[in-house]
């Protein structure tokens, strides 16, 4: 864990100084992201013009839905998507070599090699959409709601995170997965609503298949207390699973990888 930090500090001190060239960049990812952010609240407002609740789900509750989404949006979007991306780039053109010759776990260094360090404003604004989601509401969220949210909010990484090792690990065996990579991302968009409100193959396909429901919809409701000891272990349990599997795949790939010179 503290290999893992240093590294990511290494990292993002690259990624500060690869963004400092390119200032211009930063100013309109910001207004893209806050564009998003502005339609996705937008729709929110749109709907309860119509309506009182949404499966069950109050106007403040799918706020701080948005918030998590972002939250989490940011952080794969901060570290994991781009590392992995790279990651699969090497793979096609041999630079992944370099990386097993480097004293750290390769997993690791795939992981963590690439910082957008930008998409820490998609991490800001779902903290303050959160945040102002549960004081507008007078939402009483104390210590309890807080822990499991974070419990949660941890669960959901740890399944995000191996899912990805997943797909970018098939990159030993196919040269292109960016078809993937590009479902992955139109089922992320459905978790900006509440899993239960869809049919129900497409809440067991985000539930199961592409575990979007334990990364966004259980941490929003953690932190309205509503989330069951089930869902948790649930959560915990998929987490362990794909994180020993995803280890495990990764492992496989390693010994598929025959090199540049091959």
């Known amino acids: 864990m503290v290999r893992a930090i240093r590294l990511l500090g290494v990292f993002l001190r690259i990624g500060l100084l690869g963004e400092a060239q390119y200032r211009a960049n930063f100013v309109i990812q910001l207004l893209e992201t806050g564009l998003g952010l502005v339609t996705a609240l937008g729709t929110i407002w749109i709907v309860f013009s119509q309506t009182d609740t949404l499966g069950g789900w109050g106007p403040a509750e799918l706020a701080a839905l948005v918030g998590v989404y972002f939250i989490v949006y940011g952080g794969i979007q901060l570290v994991v998507a781009p590392s992995l991306q790279k990651f699969m780039e090497d793979i096609v053109s041999g630079n992944f070599d370099y990386t097993l010759t480097k004293p750290a776990d390769a997993q690791l260094l795939s992981s963590l090699s690439e910082v957008r360090v930008w998409r820490v404003a998609d991490v800001v604004l779902g903290i303050c959409v959160l945040t102002a989601a549960i004081i507008r509401e007078s939402m009483?969220?104390?210590?309890?709601?807080?822990?499991?949210?974070?419990?949660?909010?941890?669960?959901?990484?740890?399944?995000?995170?191996?899912?990805?090792?997943?797909?970018?690990?098939?990159?030993?065996?196919?040269?292109?997965?960016?078809?993937?990579?590009?479902?992955?991302?139109?089922?992320?968009?459905?978790?900006?609503?509440?899993?239960?409100?869809?049919?129900?193959?497409?809440?067991?396909?985000?539930?199961?298949?592409?575990?979007?429901?334990?990364?966004?919809?259980?941490?929003?409701?953690?932190?309205?207390?509503?989330?069951?000891?089930?869902?948790?272990?649930?959560?915990?349990?998929?987490?362990?699973?794909?994180?020993?599997?995803?280890?495990?795949?990764?492992?496989?790939?390693?010994?598929?990888?025959?090199?540049?010179?091959?």
């Open 140 to 262: 009483t969220v104390g210590w309890p709601q807080t822990l499991q949210f974070l419990l949660a909010l941890a669960l959901g990484s740890v399944i995000v995170y191996s899912f990805w090792i997943i797909l970018a690990t098939l990159a030993f065996w196919f040269i292109r997965i960016d078809n993937l990579l590009q479902i992955f991302w139109a089922m992320y968009t459905a978790g900006r609503w509440p899993v239960g409100i869809y049919p129900e193959w497409l809440k067991w396909t985000l539930t199961v298949v592409v575990p979007i429901a334990f990364a966004v919809t259980v941490p929003a409701e953690a932190v309205s207390g509503r989330v069951s000891g089930m869902t948790f272990l649930g959560a915990a349990a998929l987490a362990l699973f794909l994180a020993l599997f995803s280890r495990w795949f990764w492992r496989q790939g390693i010994r598929r990888y025959s090199g540049a010179s091959a």
